[in-house]
């Protein structure tokens, strides 16, 4: 099974709704990526948290890491129609010799 | 500045054939990475680079895959000979510092095989 795995699958909201997604890993991290990925686009970095970080944020994103519960997540707030996209963690498992590890993403519809 | 940037963005070729996929990383980047992104399986990290030296390429599948990366602009990955179970997106990202810093990522090639 994967290191880092997303939840919900896919989630639908309205325009102007927040959005919560989240990620948990099994073993111990450096570090943890949030990207995205538009339909028929590549991956784009949003937000890096560190293991002694407890909360990030970055515009409309706010990242919060709990590492006594190997988790993290991914709060967009007053979502727009642009924001539809698949999102994915990345971890940085110190015992995967610090490759990035990705989840299977979350599909987020974000209805105007 | 130029991000990543893939050749080509879609290739479909028949079981048997070569595929050379392109890749051209972020002028300054130290890392090259190549993934592959399949419904089934998801991202895998197929190999990576650091200054053109291949460290990692324990997810490439089998021995049909190779990859190159000849100078710090250009890298290539090869499939030879091709399979269906191949078709997928593969993905070259690039990054600097670190195998674990913010990675930027190409539009990938869209690759079938019939």
């Known amino acids: 099974s994967q290191q880092g795995e997303e939840d919900p699958q896919a989630l639908s909201i309205q325009e102007g709704e927040n959005a919560t997604m989240n990620c948990s890993y099994k073993?111990?991290?450096?570090?943890l990526q949030w990207y995205r990925q538009n339909s028929g686009r590549g991956l784009v970095h949003l937000i890096l948290i560190r293991s002694n970080e407890r909360e990030k944020h970055s515009g409309r994103l706010r990242v919060t890491l709990d590492t006594s519960k190997k988790s993290s997540s991914l709060l967009i707030t007053a979502s727009r129609a642009a924001d539809t996209a698949s999102y994915f963690c990345?971890?940085?498992?110190?015992?995967?010799?610090?490759?990035?590890?990705f989840g299977g993403g979350t599909r987020v519809l974000v209805k105007p | 500045d130029a991000g990543v940037i893939q050749s080509p963005r879609h290739e479909v070729t028949e079981m048997g054939q070569e595929v050379t996929l392109r890749c051209k990383p972020i002028?300054?980047?130290?890392?090259l990475f190549w993934y592959r992104q399949t419904m089934m399986r998801g991202l895998e990290l197929l190999i990576y680079f650091n200054n053109n030296v291949p460290i990692d390429d324990s997810g490439m599948p089998e021995d049909r895959f190779s990859a190159k990366m000849p100078n710090a602009s250009f890298s290539t990955l090869k499939i030879q000979p091709s399979e269906p179970r191949d078709s997928a997106v593969y993905f070259c990202a690039s990054s600097f510092g670190g195998s674990n810093q913010p990675q930027h990522f190409g539009d990938g090639t869209r690759l079938s095989i019939l």
């Open positions: 002028s300054g980047h130290d890392y």
């Open positions: 073993t111990s991290i450096n570090n």
């Open positions: 990345a971890t940085d498992a110190i015992a995967a010799g610090n490759k990035l590890t």
